[in-house]
């Protein structure tokens, strides 16, 4: 996939460079107000390049993965600033992701994740729904009443000048909607 490679790009960037290894301090404490949430520490702020763009890159894969997550910008937000070292119990880097209280790591953990696959097992509970269409035809009732005999199942013939039994619907006068027939609506 075209972003997958844009994502391991920047991975060897920092290999090439000999970045440091990512910093693997276990955080002390869970991020407040943040145990039934999928939290992003990140920084908005572009002064240090690798650190921008390796925020950036986990921005983007969490909103690949359309779920809900709070993004918690510790340049904007000195009080993010303040939960992230109370978190670690000192001054850390970012980006840190933690789903449901429990951490999972920085950057190269969430690539790792991600690429293996199982960011995405880890992320199943918190994906976005696609609210679901109403059908025009039938409101979702799948049926509508039917429109030869309005669910009488008989109707007056003209030539026949007579009422006659309908055999257009099915039994209780129902006919299969149209709208969602047609495959309108999935
Ligand atoms: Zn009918
Ligand atoms: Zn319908």
Request: proline content about 5%; some cysteine.
């Amino acid at each position: 996939m075209e972003k997958s490679g844009w994502w391991r790009k920047v991975g060897l960037l920092r290999s090439f460079q000999g970045a440091d290894e990512e910093d693997e301090r276990k955080p002390v404490k869970p991020p407040p107000k943040g145990n039934k949430i999928v939290v992003l520490y990140y920084t908005s702020s572009r002064v240090i390049k690798q650190t921008y763009a390796e925020c950036s890159a986990v921005l983007s894969i969490l909103r690949g993965h359309s779920i809900f997550f709070q993004e918690r910008d510790v340049f904007i937000s000195r009080k993010h600033l303040e939960e992230i070292t109370d978190i670690f119990g000192g001054p850390i880097s970012v980006p840190r992701l933690f789903v449901a209280g429990k951490y999972v790591g920085g950057f190269q953990r969430i690539i790792e994740l991600n690429e293996g696959g199982e960011l995405k097992k880890l992320l199943n509970g918190y994906i976005k729904k696609r609210p679901k269409r109403v059908c025009k035809g039938c409101g979702n009732m799948r049926y509508i009443v039917c429109f030869i005999c309005n669910g009488s199942k008989k109707f007056y013939e003209e030539e026949r000048k007579e009422m006659v039994s309908c055999n257009t619907c099915i039994e209780n006068g129902l006919l299969p909607c149209p709208v969602c027939m047609l495959g309108a609506v999935e």
